[in-house]
């Protein structure tokens, strides 16, 4: 099975301190792969090149066969909007929408009108275990449920590839290992590929697949016994 | 076990009698592993001598084991280097033999980097399995038994990153207790 | 759609957002007015000149004088010539004009010159001329009034003007009179009219010093709160927003705050403007309603460009932060300013000194796109080197003060010297511009006129540029005193008792010696002066008048009941009051301008500043720091804006070919004043502080 998303021998340096000194990973259709490191090793850069968020100084990302790492902002955005989906830590959720309307978001930058959108949401809201969450502002909702808001509005469209930095972070035990099931279940429903970026080897632990970077480079690959 | 190969480590180092070991053994590595008896250690070094890893220098006038030299053979090189390079595999309570193979990494001179990462590979791959399993799990408390299993890996897995981190300084005190060569 | 989407946003922000609106809304509702307010001034003068400019004809050109001719010149050339005049201390105007040929030009306000034996006067002078005896002003006029001069002629409705009509053969042989092809004086380029140089010079600078401020508190409010909807934004760019969409959702929310602003700008406009129109007297009269207004076109342009504008803000600072849709944090420090940020201002001021030299070279129209082109690198240069400056400012804190709050302070000015300098701009820029204002001011004073001292009551005095004994020959009486010319260049002769019989002056040794006596040819010099004691009451005094006047019409004649008036420093008076009140219209535009940046700061860094207090630092210390950072960085960019104005000033009089020289201290005053009133105003707005950065009250911002 040919590989999804491809990075390869990436460089990036944010003013004179690098960040990815040579990377590489590759992720296949339906594939998790957890990238793990301790704190400012370069992984979550890693994961912003791969998601064409931030543009790599050296070194090739491809994405279904196509060069991406090259590409104008517009299409990048198109990416994100339609092919990617992501779960950060914090920040995400805008503040002053309410939960439903934060998962249609979306569909709503796409250009579906406003009623398709959200009852695409409240069915994610359902199947995420949030009834009766979606009138609540971001403010409102416990750690854990924000992060089923913020899973939500990274599945509605359907991504093939779904980018989580950190996912976990602000929550505890319980809730993480509910988070990651979470992720594992719907990904594989979906066949969506997964990459989950973590300092927490219990949480690296439901992936396929984990990649250690250490420095900006990979050190291990590990895989599934 | 770990003892016999504590006694390798400190006989690589130089040629030694049965007291000179018990004293390095007391001062350096007694916290890490377990306290010894004399005759515990003239047990191992019978057996190690046995097994071709240590061999006797010479005799010296007077009676008793007092008054053997034991050095290391090549064998027993070899054996050392293995087990130091070769990762434990993963269960609760693991903790003191990990520690002791840093640090008689360490003591010898060896890096203890390459063995860190190689049992890091082995405690994540172990979670992962765990993990996957605990998914299958049909039982809560099956579950539970496996979260047992996960968290202590995880917590051996944290200490070595934590470990890995402090390796520099680790190294320096170990180097600084090596004892002056004996004539 | 994704309009509908914004809106959402735009609308969802709770009580925050709203507080954001509104101070948006009413900044650019205080900015906009006082722009549409200087405007309508701007506008009002220049109305009123273009109508009576015309009296100005005479000597603004001459068909073969080598300096800028009018635009439109008629086929037939007329002879004409405007004399100011009085009648019992109101100033009137008395014109006359004959018509060489069968297409003349006309002023405004009429549809055919006024014929021989014909007079045309305003309405004003219509009722005067019906409620005063004939022989004290009527026949000033000699023939019949039958034409009324409309409102297009007329400075304002309470004008007195008489247009006499002549053949050519009457006024041929009259001093002063030249030949004009146009009444319009519009001679192209900027062509303010009735107006001189020097004074469009000033009004140029002045409208741009003025609306500068006004725009920059525009842009302060517009800017205000942009941290926390970054965040907003950054959310929505992770998620796939384009560029256009992002920029959309960031800018309506201003852009409704803005239109709200200008609509409420709109309507004090109007009110304000039929307020001054009905009230506000200049010049011995009101302004015309119609000239009191902003062009219709100018107006639509501003009140619907602003809203439009206050969107681009949004898309010029996203320009920076879309390449990455994470925080905006991470895209590192903006670059610091040095000291090449000063060559736009160091450009522009070698301009200004070139620009004189140059303007041989240039041309007219050139050069004065070169003086604006100095002026906006001014401005520029400014904008540019304040920044700069605020750092300086947090470096000598940095430098001086031991303190927590000194430290804290010195660290968040280098932290966005930008951001420091957008809350002083404003009071910077109003201090130099009245400097600007201050330095101009000593240029208005009127010329010396030792020459023209007021005569003794009863006097009638008559400035007849020097005419034969023949002409005034009914004039003299044994008690008229007749002063000579003794050459073209205005050499007086005359007794020094005679003239003291006349005129308050001694014959002492001191004042003698201004006064020359009449050499052995006396009697056959041409008469210069004439002083014509009357019996003091206003009727005598007006027939004298009436009969100098048609003996001598280029005379100018005056009593101790005119008030002072020559080469037009009437027009110096009513300037010297603009300048007043343009310096109270910037002290307010800097109190507004100070509130308005100190407020946005204060929304903009609540949290920061909570938690500050929560680790620890005092209220007392927190208001320490507030002050220091304003009070330093303004210190410093005011003296940079005093030296600026100065220098604006400077350009200008220059420009003007006038010479330049200090301000009074009565400006550096009003600058210190208006600094010291704009810190005062800042410590007000410190207790709004306390509630604010409480930390309860941001927790789930």
Known sequence: MTDLLIGRDLHKSFGLIPALRGASISVAAGEIVAVMGPSGCGKSTLLHCLAGILAPDAGEVHFAGRRIDQLPDRERVQLRRTEFGFVFQFGQLVPELPAIENIALPLRLAGKNSRTALAAAAGWLRRLDLDGLGTRLPGELSGGQGQRVALARALIAHPRVVFADEPTGSLDSFAADQMMDLIVDTARENGTSVIVVTHEARVAAHADRTVVIRDGLNAIQVGAA | ?183 | MIARLALRLALAGGRQAMWRLAYTAVGVWIGLTLMLLALTAAAAAQGRGERYGWQDAAYAYSPDSQGPVPAAQTRDGALFLAVSDYHNGTPLTRAYVAALGEDPPVPPGLDRLPGPGEVAVSPAMQRLLASTPDDELDDRFPGEVTMTIGPAGLAHENELVALIGRTPDQLSGVRSVSEVRSFDLNFGGLGLVGISSFHQVLLLFGAVVLLGPVVVVIFIVTRVGWAQREQRLAAIRLVGATRMQTVVIAGVETALAAAAGAVLAWATYEWARRIVAEYFVFQGGRFWPEDVAVAPWALILILAATPMLVMLAPATSLYWTSANPLTVSRLGRRPVPTFWTALPLLAALAGTLAAKPLEGLLGRQLSEAFVMATLAGYVIGFVLIGPWLCRAAGLAIARLSRRVPGVIAAHRIAADPYAAFRTVSIVVLAVSTLTFLGSIAGQLDPPDDSQYLVPKPGVVVVHTGGVPQAQVASLLTPQTVAVRMRSEFGFMEVSCTELARVRYISCSESDAASVTEPAPDFATLPIGQLYIPTDGSPAAENRVRVQAANLVPNAIINTDRDPVDHDGSGMFAGFGDLLYIASLFVLLLATVGLTAGMTGSLLERRRPFALLRASGVRLSELRQVVFLETAATMLLTSAAGVVLGMLLAYAGTRRAGLAWSWPDPEVYAFAAGAVLAALALSTLALPLLNATTRFDAIRYE
């Open chain 2, 1 to 183: 076990m770990t003892i016999s190969y504590a006694l390798l480590t400190l006989l690589e180092g130089s040629a030694r009698h049965g007291y000179d070991l018990k004293q390095s053994y007391d001062r350096r590595l007694a916290a890490a592993t377990k306290p010894i008896q004399f005759g515990q250690i003239y047990r191992i070094l019978a057996q190690l001598v046995r097994d071709g890893r240590a061999e006797v220098l010479g005799v010296e006038a007077g009676a008793g084991p007092d008054r053997k030299r034991y050095a290391i053979t090549a064998e027993g090189v070899t054996d050392l280097d293995a087990w130091l390079s070769e990762p434990e595999e993963p269960q609760p309570l693991l903790h003191s033999v990990l520690f002791t193979k840093v640090l008689l990494a360490l003591i010898s001179g060896r890096s203890a980097k390459r063995f860190l990462d190689v049992q890091r590979a082995t405690h994540l791959a172990a979670m992962t399995r765990l993990t996957h399993a605990r998914r299958r799990a049909t039982t809560t408390q099956d579950a539970i038994l496996i979260d047992f299993q996960l968290f202590h890996i995880e917590a051996d897995l944290r200490w070595l990153d934590h470990t890995e981190s402090r390796l520099a300084a680790l190294a320096e005190e170990v180097r600084d207790d090596r004892p002056a060569d004996r004539p």
